[in-house]
């Protein structure tokens, strides 16, 4: 599964270091960790990987090729680092940046990398990539930082050179995922707590729809505003705080957008809570309908579905139980990207057969006349962040 990055072809020596990090799919709590709720992760088996070495450059430069985009890209490091092109870039250099920023000094290095974490997928590439980044260069420059502070570097690097006002879960989970765990984590606290997911009899499939829909981008930020005024309105510091009660006496003081975007973020702070309590007493028809819940929420009252995310769950909802689906939702921030289905592990092969083979019917005609290929495959849960080679 994990490719070696061809450092040897590109530098003409073996790499000294090889460090990866994964990508991650959120098994539910999805548009809570930006309102101090509860989310329910796991790292997956695919991964942002480096090898690398120091180099004699002077003045010193990092020198990444990135075997996804055939380009290298070169970041001149005796200066404070800053945004440029190539695009793809910019998530190493925040996270250089935040080293520099702690007055460490950062080395002449070489690095190629290779990512399996699909781009785009909703999957976190670009976490898996901050969190690779930092990986290495705590193994290059020798100082090993605190998992949260270390978490918290990648994420501002993701607010300032990516533009992306996220939260904190991708990079969390890419820091900290433990092997058959999910990690209940409290967005608030930063407390973290292992659920325990080694049942053979259930595996978790992540379908990804293929497409991705542009508005994403300004559409995550318009909906941490409406999350903030609703909570203001409340006369609450964040969504976490409130309750359907409190919401529901509040219901004339704001729109009507407002009103569903605070129901979606209680009620999933709720149902992602559940879950926790659920998956070790292996009750999976509950687990299944909660994640249900989750998509119908985020589908009608948070408004980040399409028409793609909601052909998969119905689909998997028509497989139901019977033929071996538990419960399937989308995942990561919306508009695309991938569905989450927990299923029978016996089942797993043939279920995967079937959503492709619907989902590709379903979506054909228009513009897609052939119907668009799903990517389907399944992953217990990964460890976080390591050092392969030392
Ligand atoms: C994106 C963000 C996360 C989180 C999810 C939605 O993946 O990066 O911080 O907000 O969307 O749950």
């Known amino acids: 599964m994990l490719k070696i990055p061809q450092f040897e072809e590109i530098y003409g020596r073996p790499p000294r270091w090889i460090v990866a990090a994964p990508g991650r799919v959120n098994v539910i ?4 960790d930006y309102n101090d709720g509860f989310v329910l992760p796991m790292a997956i088996e695919r991964y942002a990987v480096m090898a690398a070495d120091v180099s004699p450059a002077a003045p010193p430069r990092i020198l990444v090729h990135d075997s996804r985009a055939r380009d290298t890209a070169q970041i001149d490091v005796s200066k404070p680092v800053t945004k440029a ?21 950062i080395p002449s290095l070489d690095i190629s990398l290779v990512s399996t974490v699909p781009l ?38 993701e607010h300032e050179f990516a533009g992306v006002p996220c939260g904190i879960m991708d990079q969390f989970i890419s820091v900290m995922g433990q092997k058959d765990h ?15 997911m080694n049942d053979p009899s259930v595996a978790l499939l992540v379908i990804n729809t293929n497409v991705k829909h542009e508005l994403s981008g300004g559409e995550y930020a318009e909906r941490r505003l409406q999350c903030e005024t609703a909570a203001k309105i409340l006369g609450i510091s964040s969504l976490r705080d409130a309750t359907v009660e409190t919401l529901e006496r509040a219901r004339r003081k ?36 909660y994640m249900y819940g989750s998509h119908y929420s985020l589908r009608d009252d948070f408004e980040v579905s399409c028409k793609e995310l909601d052909v998969v769950v119905e689909i998997c909802r028509s497989i139901g139980i019977k033929g071996g689906v538990y419960g399937c939702r989308m995942t990561g921030g919306g508009f695309g990207g991938s569905c989450v289905a927990l299923v029978k592990a016996e089942a797993a092969d043939n279920i995967s057969n079937r959503i492709s083979t619907a989902y590709k019917f379903a979506t054909a005609g ?25």
């Open 29 to 32: 709590g999805e548009h809570t």
């Open 85 to 105: 092109d190539p695009r793809w870039s910019n998530y190493i250099r925040g996270v250089v940046a935040g080293f520099q920023n702690r007055g460490l000094t």
């Open 120 to 157: 785009g997928g909703g999957l976190s590439s670009s976490a898996a990539l901050e969190v690779c980044t930092a990986t290495l260069l705590e193994t290059a420059i020798g100082t090993k930082l605190d998992p949260v502070e270390k978490a918290l570097l990648c994420q501002q690097a």
């Open 182 to 196: 999910l990690l209940l984590l409290d967005c608030r606290s930063r407390q973290t707590t292992l659920v325990p």
């Open 254 to 289: 704001m729109d009507l957008f407002t009103f569903h975007r605070a129901r979606h973020v209680i009620s999933e702070i709720e149902r992602t809570l559940q879950t926790a309590e659920a998956i070790p007493n292996a009750n999976w028809p509950a687990v299944g309908e």
């Open 366 to 390: 228009g513009e897609t006349k052939n119907g668009i290929e799903a990517t389907v495959f399944s992953s217990r849960p990964a460890s976080g962040a390591n050092v392969i080679k030392s």
